[in-house]
């Protein structure tokens, strides 16, 4: 053989085929293509309006819901006094029938007291009680004044008579009292 140089190449050297040029090498990580930035932000919104809506539906529910369960313990409510004040309903009832065939009134009125102590005991039983009257001072958060009169015998501002009581339920005023109240003469 002669000197001549060997022209075929060895495989080490060898140009790569067009096939094997577009391949990637293990060493290489193919390309992903990046999602369009337009879509995942129609699709966060979508996510994000679902759950609007549903949190929006909850609050709803949840409104409804609590409604219905104030009305039903108003309800409830009055029922339990209702349920409380018949028995002072049926006594006042009997008062009425023993008061027709009466000779005397004493044990009518002694009747009709215990009957108005039945009632007040069972207002005091859902807290409802009557505002302080006459002899004490005026408060116009409990009284509405609609008479005064001079005197020297009580202080001003002293509820004199108590036309019409007051009642509270705990802090709030249910109805106010309509009082006469002293003034100073002069």
Do not use: C
Not at 75 to 87: C, I, Q
């Amino acid at each position: 053989m002669s000197d001549v140089e060997n022209t075929t190449e060895s495989p080490e050297t060898a140009p790569a085929t067009p096939a094997e040029a577009h391949e990637p090498s293990k060493e290489e990580t193919p390309v992903v293509e990046a999602p369009d930035p337009v879509q995942a932000a129609k699709a966060e919104t979508a996510k994000y309006k679902d759950q609007l809506l549903r949190a929006l539906a909850d609050n709803d529910n949840f409104r409804k819901r609590a409604r219905k369960e104030v009305e039903d313990a108003n309800r409830n409510g009055k029922s339990d006094l209702l349920k409380d004040f018949l028995p002072v309903f049926d006594n006042v009832e009997r008062a009425l029938k023993s008061g027709e065939n009466a000779t005397e009134v004493k044990p009518v009125i002694e009747g009709l007291q215990m009957v108005l102590r039945q009632f007040t005991d069972m207002l005091g039983k859902h807290s409802i009680v009557r505002t302080p009257g006459v002899g004490t001072p005026f408060d116009p958060s409990f009284h509405e004044a609609i008479q005064q009169i001079e005197t020297d015998e009580s202080p001003a501002g002293t509820i004199l008579a108590e036309v019409q009581p007051g009642w509270v339920q705990g802090e709030r005023l249910l109805r106010a009292a309509l009082v006469v109240v002293a003034k100073p003469k002069g």
